[in-house]
T-cell receptor
Framework: GQQLNQSPQSMFIQEGEDVSMNCTSSSIFNTWLWYKQDPGEGPVLLIALYKAGELTSNGRLTAQFGITRKDSFLNISASIPSDVGIYFCAGQLPWGGATNKLIFGTGTLLAVQP | NAGVTQTPKFRILKIGQSMTLQCTQDMNHNYMYWYRQDPGMGLKLIYYSVGAGITDKGEVPNGYNVSRSTTEDFPLRLELAAPSQTSVYFC??????????FGDGTRLSIL
C-alpha cells in the first residue's frame, strides 16, 4: 500500500532545541496535514496546509507545503517536555474525490529531555 | 464537546470470537473512517464512508465489515477474530471543509 516516507524515525533532544522533520512522496497531494499522537490517545491535528508553497505557523510549530506538492516539513522551535510524542504527516490525494482519504507517514518519535 | 467517541477503550478476544467496535461523532460530518495502527507503524485505512448508507473498502479491509445507517455512527465488525487483528483501532470523521478528527482508539488483543 501507498505510504509516505517520513524522517527521521526518532529524535532525542534537549529541552530548548529546535526540531525538524519531513515527509516525501512519489505522489502529488492537494493537502498536507500534521498530527501529533500522545501515548494512549488518538492523533490530534496540529497544522493543515492546502496550497503548494504555503507556510503556516501554530505557536512554536511551523509547517510548509512543498512547491512540488510531493513533500512537507514540520519545525518545532524551542522544544519543551510536553512536545514528546509521535508526529505523523498525512497527505490527501487529489484524485481522492470527495472522500478526503489520507495517506499517513510512518511517524517520528520525539523525546525531549528536560 | 465530545467530537469522535469510540467504545470500548480496551478489549481482549479469543480467536474466532466476534465483536463490534463502536464509533459515533457529534460534528455532523459526512465522512467517517476506520484505521488500524500496528506498533511502530502509521495508520492503515480499513473502511470509509462518505455518507449514511455508503461504505467502501480502504487499504486493509479483509476480516472486517462496516455499516453506516446514520450520519453519527460507523461501527466496525470483526466476525472471526484472528491474532493478526491485534492492533489499535482508530475512528475518524471529516467534512468537505474540515480535516479528519480522531477518536482515542480501541486497543484490541486477540489471544
Amino acid at each position: 500500500g501507498q505510504q509516505l516516507n517520513q524522517s527521521p524515525q526518532s529524535m532525542f533532544i534537549q529541552e530548548g532545541e529546535d526540531v525538524s522533520m519531513n515527509c516525501t512522496s512519489s505522489s502529488i497531494f492537494n493537502t498536507w496535514l500534521w498530527y501529533k499522537q500522545d501515548p494512549g490517545e488518538g492523533p490530534v491535528l496540529l497544522i493543515a496546509l492546502y496550497k503548494a508553497g504555503e507556510l503556516t505557523s501554530n505557536g512554536r510549530l511551523t509547517a510548509q507545503f512543498g512547491i512540488t506538492r510531493k513533500d512537507s516539513f514540520l519545525n518545532i522551535s524551542a522544544s519543551i517536555p510536553s512536545d514528546v510524542g509521535i508526529y505523523f504527516c498525512a497527505g490527501q490525494l487529489p484524485w481522492g474525490g470527495a472522500t478526503n482519504k489520507l495517506i499517513f507517514g510512518t511517524g517520528t518519535l520525539l523525546a525531549v529531555q528536560p | 464537546n465530545a467530537g469522535v467517541t469510540q467504545t470500548p477503550k480496551f478489549r481482549i478476544l479469543k480467536i474466532g470470537q466476534s465483536m463490534t467496535l463502536q464509533c459515533t461523532q457529534d460534528m455532523n460530518h459526512n465522512y467517517m473512517y476506520w484505521y488500524r495502527q500496528d506498533p511502530g507503524m502509521g495508520l492503515k485505512l480499513i473502511y470509509y464512508s462518505v455518507g449514511a448508507g455508503i461504505t467502501d473498502k480502504g487499504e486493509v479491509p479483509n476480516g472486517y465489515n462496516v455499516s453506516r445507517s446514520t450520519t453519527e455512527d460507523f461501527p466496525l465488525r470483526l466476525e472471526l477474530a484472528a491474532p493478526s487483528q491485534t492492533s489499535v483501532y482508530f475512528c475518524a470523521s471529516s467534512s468537505s471543509v474540515q480535516p479528519q478528527h480522531f477518536g482515542d482508539g480501541t486497543r484490541l488483543s486477540i489471544l
